[in-house]
Nanobody
Framework: QVQLVESGGGLVQTGGSLRLSCLAS????????VGWFRQAPGKEREFVAG????????RYADSVKGRFTISRDNAKNTVYLQMNSLKPEDTAVYFC????????????????????WGQGTQVTVSS
């Protein structure tokens, strides 16, 4: 089974950048679809970005399109979330999630679609 550990969060000023990493342990990570979600205080967890097995397909929430980029390096069992032009409303705990997928055409965008979750990493954007 895959276990996930996020890193790379921190405090950044508006307009700054951060790169989050999601390191997976366990076998066969290359057949897992992976997603990034975030949860701000008092709000529901929301989809941010998703990627298929090979990294050839990606999906983004409208709120982050053009600013965030998801990518993966299966040789390193790692998925990244590059976040640029950060805004105060991006402040949240960011989680990565993974789900074994039967197809490389799948990008999962819903919370119930994933059965493996990391512990989260805090991102704070100051105004």
């Amino acid at each position: 089974q895959v276990q996930l550990v996020e890193s790379g969060g921190g405090l950044v000023q508006t307009g700054g950048s951060l790169r989050l990493s999601c390191l997976a342990s366990g076998r066969a990570f290359s057949i897992y679809a992976v997603g990034w979600f975030r949860q701000a205080p008092g709000k529901e967890r929301e989809f941010v970005a998703g990627i298929n097995w090979s990294g050839s397909l990606t999906r983004y929430a409208d709120s982050v399109k053009g600013r965030f980029t998801i990518s993966r390096d299966n040789a390193k069992n790692t998925v990244y979330l590059q976040m640029n032009s950060l805004k105060p409303e991006d402040t949240a705990v960011y989680f990565c999630a993974a789900q074994a997928s039967i197809s490389n055409t799948v990008v999962i965008t819903t919370t119930p679609g994933y059965d493996r979750w990391g512990q989260g990493t805090q991102v704070t954007v100051s105004s």
